[in-house]
């Protein structure tokens, strides 16, 4: 399969750079008969979308999204379904040195040493940009998870540099800018950002997703794994340094009689295996954490090379992030559903005579 | 890609069971003409075995490799690479009652819940039995890395419970039972370990894994990233609930001055990144650090249901490792060799017109 | 991999339906480094086009490419190249009928049956419309294919029902309608069609394809044989019901001395085997032969069902082709060039150390 | 995917040489559940085997199959399913000068340019032996089709050389050596392969094999077509050179108005089109047929090159069909019943919520 491809069976194609003409995916393997307009995809993208707030780039773009193929009347047919969204607010004149400088922590030199030609505009193909697709694609995997399984994939930004959340209210989440689940901290993160964004610098996020009523038995051992795609999936996200489920790097301090999450008839008592035992889910939330780095587009100057080979001083001078964590709760919840659903259909065609087994435990703990 | 299989290019396929007849896997797309014998396998195979101390379980396994196929007169000759490994040292009657009951913290209810059948011997295939022919499969791409590209591929315990390494000395690593790169903490950790075993309980650790000399350029964004798929690589281990590349989750709290490499003529002065930008390679060292949950099978009595759903006490006799991690240093490592022979392949199919790349700075800081 | 998706390394994902907004593809896996302009595509897709004589359907399309990503400065970059065309000639309301009816011989009962729904405006997915971005695909890889390995796929039409070439002359392939090989023929091949045309039947034909240059050593044994991919990518296109490779059916009636070919310095004595042997090339030409079933579309009534199970006569309307044959060399020269790149690629990861192994022999016959 | 694994999710990774230790295959993706014994695969591994008559090879393996792994108290479990052939009967000796000399016809000398190194003894892996393993994968196919869909795949040999059957009589077929569904004509045959043994030459064969009772709906447009997966599937086997679906390379041919299937609420009229519409089964059998090339291994001398590209004179000693599409029908019906097998798990990941269709018409004739 190819790269810019994710998904076995649901299968997610992206394309398209930052300042070029248009970014899309094609989404193949879909179920038929789902239900979809080209206004479901606008409360999702503009969730991810720059611009909202003074906390994020100010890069203004439309995000709309042409529906080109596979839907006929308003459901899917089974046939690839192809997005396109135009980008409309590409400055690329703000980009003119990066043509010849690298810039640290990018993927400039990277992407120069292994294709000998890259396109600079933006970041190019690098840029978060490509994220949008990921966003718009799964708009499609919630709702199919929704209806279908009553699935709810939920994401919140869970630290800010060394901030962390002091209570806990979903509710609050979709109402700052923050997606921060303590409303009373939301004032101190407006400061703190503001002051990082004067200062010229950035700083990292983590963030937290969450699926709540997945079945018993997703996942396929060894090497398509539930975990195992999630964490692949999470680290393909632009920024991304660590990916955690469950407990993740707190078990190795845990014993193993903390660790392990026996459990009743009621259901499990405890969660730390972020609801998957053996690559496949138990029935408990699927739980996952992700680290994202400072973004490295900063105003304060760095030392790096150019082309030529010359040492160089670089400030980048575009639109840019202090934190690209703020963005990424829908970018997380997007990739989570498209792997749950692409495990969806990977159980039901292999396992699909197995039918419910029992016991059943429910999966009461997240 | 069928799920028992790894790799895109240089695919692993791996079956067998824990008490099974045979444990083995099937190597595709490895490169001809790569000198290899059956001894070969047996020192990472011996690093990786239980049995070796009274810190791991029990289990005597002569873990002899049969070459059944791909390889003429001492060479792979392009064809698939079949190794076969028969099991010697299965008693399953110690599992007597797993047969029953979902121990906690186990594949057990999963698999359970997924096919409607499992094979209970030892933890069937959900056992980490299985990470023998990775191990195995590894030891061919290591040579391929060493020989071709100059790569080492070494990891090391990093953590044990709350005990971190004062000093790091690489010369020790292989001298210890623990893989531990502080030959003064060696008696501190016998002590550890045999305190653990007593009490009936288990608990998590931590490897570093590092690649050297990795050349710049290998990776394949957006969803083939090296990350993502180290990521994905290390997540189906067994037990590991947490996988970092580079700064990992300390990037949370970095600065994007601090964490982005800067980088000279001499080389980058820093390595935040993990060696991998925009999820291709900077020719910096590739660093992992993988997070082991402690084992589940415990002497300690848990709570769980049996097969009736009914309520029940399980205590586990059979062999155990009461830390799982300290076996796990040369899993992780054929799981890099893997991901990155697969990478460097798949680079020589896309880019091999491209050549060496101006400029090319050295990986200089870890 | 998704089924709307083609090849391994290099990797064509075609979406859209024949009277939707819009038809594309995106090119994965593509070298960078290659010129391209949006120019370069018109030639192969006019030769492909309808509307050019009186012998194919009416339909109008203009068949604009354009470049949405993967392309920076006239040259490919490495990352997902997508094109688009958008539908003009689209008269869904010569399709009213087709809601209702199965036109037999068509995939109208086999996507009811499927997917419990379709878009049924001009066959919707089913439609050889599709096709266009194959012929588009393969135009990059033709050019790679001739720049870097001298290498040049032709097709020619070599049979319309019962009519064959009296002689072969490769130049005038491309001067008249029915890219037919024999010049003088084509007086008595526009009769045949005018007469078949003013009948409302429909006719099958044969098409040749031929790849010169090809080198020894493409192919992957066993599943992923060239001529196993070639014989997938030619069925693959619509209305082909047999694929041959070299003698082909012929071979039946061959005895072994006669259709082994013997081999010397000066090269092959014969190419009974189309350049393919084991699933790989042999450095002669590469052969194969393709079979295109009659057009079901026809304005002559025929017996099916309507939605409803009812029994009614259907008599298809709409613009279609008499010999859909006589426009599909461009495809199959488009489906060989796409195999053959991909293996060329695949060839390079595997066997880039190889290097060119002796003896080589010269390919001498076709 | 890797070359020597075929089918997505139902995915068989076959491995060995002829005259190595071993062959075997890895079955993975297998529903669980289904029951199985070492003992089921000798029947149709027996109708494959050499050495039954004079007519073919006389090598004799016993073909015992070991399951390895995937099958526990006697039922699939859902991991995967190794299953291992020791070869007993191989006699490298035979194939001395093979090492120095390419056979005319064969993968000598493309193994060798691919490679630059070859496994000559008994053709390696280019050896038919390797179809072993298909068949037997293909019994737990075979197994399921029937007990799941009630679906019979079966072949008979339809052509040697010149002679066709005159008769057809399915139930005969398994009555004579030839897999010939004309009774009376056997001794004709006897005496025509005595004849053709006698003179050291070979003869090319046609295969037809039929699947019943396929529901419709099964295969995936526009790169998944069932066609041509079952097209690429034929082609894979060795010597085959050429496949057609329903009336194959007699379309071209027919008119419109014989080739299309009407259909009424009976059933289909005709199946000109092999069970498939726009690569999706009607419901109607599916019927291909496939052409075997003559053996090339022949007593008879013939030109050639040696490894020093010195001319030589080679005649082959060893034991050898000369008719090698005497033994394929079990081939045939195996890589259809993979196929089919495949594209069913594909087709309920996708459209299991989709259900039964109206109006479903019954498909009465072959």
Not at 26 to 33: A, L, N, Q, S, T
Not at 48 to 75: C, F, M, W
Not at 79 to 108: C, M, W
């Amino acid at each position: 399969m190819a790269s810019n491809s994710f998904g076995k069976l649901l299968t997610v194609t992206t394309f398209g750079e930052s300042h070029g003409a248009a970014i899309g995916c094609v989404i193949d393997g879909c179920p038929p008969g789902i239900a979809i307009t080209a206004e479901e995809f606008a409360h999702d993208l503009q969730r991810r979308a720059t611009g909202k707030s003074r906390h994020t780039s100010q890069r203004h773009e439309a995000d709309e999204v042409e529906i080109l193929s596979g839907v006929y009347e308003g459901r899917t047919t089974g046939t690839p379904i192809a997005l396109l969204i135009r980008n409309t607010d590409a400055r690329s004149k703000d980009y003119d040195k990066i043509v010849e400088q690298f810039r640290p922590g990018h993927a400039d030199y990277t992407y120069w040493q292994k294709y000998g030609i890259r396109d600079p505009r933006g970041g190019g193909r690098s840029s978060a940009r490509e994220t949008t697709m990921r966003v718009a694609a799964a708009v499609i995997a919630k709702k199919w998870l929704a209806e279908k399984h009553g699935i709810r994939v939920r994401a919140h930004v869970a630290q800010i540099g060394e901030i962390r959340p002091r209570s806990f209210d979903a509710s609050v989440v979709e109402d700052n800018a923050f997606f921060w689940p303590d409303a009373a901290q939301v004032p101190e993160l407006e400061s703190f950002m503001d002051a990082l964004r004067k200062s010229g610098d950035s700083v990292g996020a983590r963030i937290d997703v969450v699926a709540d009523n997945v079945p018993p038995g997703w996942g396929e051992p060894i090497y398509g794994k539930l975990d195992g795609e999630l964490a692949a999936a999470m680290m393909s996200i632009n920024a991304v340094k660590g990916v955690e489920i469950g407990a993740g790097f707190a078990s190795i301090t845990q014993k193993g009689s903390e660790h392990r999450d026996e459990l009743g008839r009621d259901g499990f008592r405890s969660n730390h295996a972020g609801g998957i035992l053996g690559g496949i889910s138990s029935g408990q939330a699927i739980t996952c954490s992700v680290a994202f780095k400072p973004t490295s587009s900063l105003r304060l100057p760095g030392h790096t090379v150019d082309v030529e080979g010359r040492e160089v001083e670089v400030v980048t001078t575009g639109r840019h992030d202090p934190c690209v964590g703020l963005r990424a709760a829908p970018i997380c919840e997007a990739m989570m559903a498209l792997v749950l659903m692409d495990q969806a259909l990977r159980h039901r065609a292999q396992c699909g005579d197995v039918g419910e087994v029992s016991p059943r435990i429910p999966g009461a703990v997240q």
